[in-house]
């Protein structure tokens, strides 16, 4: 059973596009719904994240939506740039005292000049 | 670089091979991680060890053998592995504060791993 659904698995958008994302969970006592980013050869980082007592975080380019009553979270890359070409991984997670994400399977964009 | 390390990048093994990976982190967070990424699969959990002890395992294969000398050391002791077990291995930390989550993952950039 796949808790956290990610879509599309592949993305092209023009340089100065907005790219967009989306995750839907199943699972109604996650609380913490973060974005990862991965470029090649390297190991996931954390882009942003976000908690349901706010419906949308921005840090820069990148916002959040949250939408609680769907269960969906969308990442939103205003003004995309070659740059901002990797693989991005939504997941979600409870309060546990550790870590126990569970990720989507990820999405890999591709901003072409 | 994010501070944690693992060696080797790349691994290329037989069925009969014994072989372990290592993860440092440089951070000094106490909680560390093993994570299994497979193509168009979702990053899969397979180990947690927080303040040293193993508090999850993910019904990962007997074959697939963690150790946890030191919070800042981990290992992953693999033998007989089968060809579908071909995949990025990727260390992750983080700083758990008694029952706060601080959910921020630290990965490292993996091994990559081919079984023969």
């Known amino acids: 059973q796949q808790q956290v659904k990610q879509s599309p698995q592949s993305l092209i958008v023009q340089k100065g596009g907005i790219s967009i994302i989306n995750c839907a969970y199943e699972?109604?006592?996650?609380?913490?719904f973060p974005w990862y980013q991965q470029f090649p050869g390297k190991g996931p980082a954390l882009l942003i994240a976000?908690?349901?007592?706010?419906s949308e975080k921005k840090e820069g380019r990148f916002t959040i939506s949250f939408n609680k009553s769907a269960k969906q979270f969308s990442l939103h890359i205003m003004d995309s740039q070659p740059g901002d070409s990797a693989t991005y991984f939504c997941?979600?997670?409870?309060?546990?005292?550790?870590?126990?994400?569970?990720f989507g399977k990820g999405t890999m964009l591709l901003v072409s000049p | 670089e994010t501070g944690v390390t693992q060696t080797p990048r790349h691994l290329v093994m037989g069925m009969t091979n014994k072989k372990s990976l290592k993860c440092e982190q440089h951070?000094?967070?106490?909680?560390m991680y093993w994570y299994k990424q497979s193509a168009k699969k979702p990053l899969e959990l397979m180990f947690v060890?927080?303040?040293?002890?193993?508090?999850e395992n993910n019904s990962v294969p007997s074959r697939f053998s963690p150790e946890c000398p030191n919070s800042s050391h981990l290992f992953l002791h693999l033998h007989t592995l089968q060809p579908e077990d071909s995949a990025l291995y990727l260390c992750?930390?983080?700083?758990?504060?008694?029952?706060?989550?601080?959910?921020?993952?630290?990965f490292g950039s993996g091994t990559q791993l081919s079984v023969l």
């Open positions: 951070l000094g967070h106490n909680a």
């Open positions: 699972n109604t006592a996650f609380d913490y």
């Open positions: 060890y927080s303040l040293e002890e193993r508090v």
């Open positions: 992750a930390s983080s700083q758990e504060v008694g029952r706060t989550t601080n959910e921020k993952l630290f």
């Open positions: 997941a979600a997670s409870k309060n546990s005292g550790y870590s126990t994400l569970t």
């Open positions: 976000i908690r349901p007592d706010v």
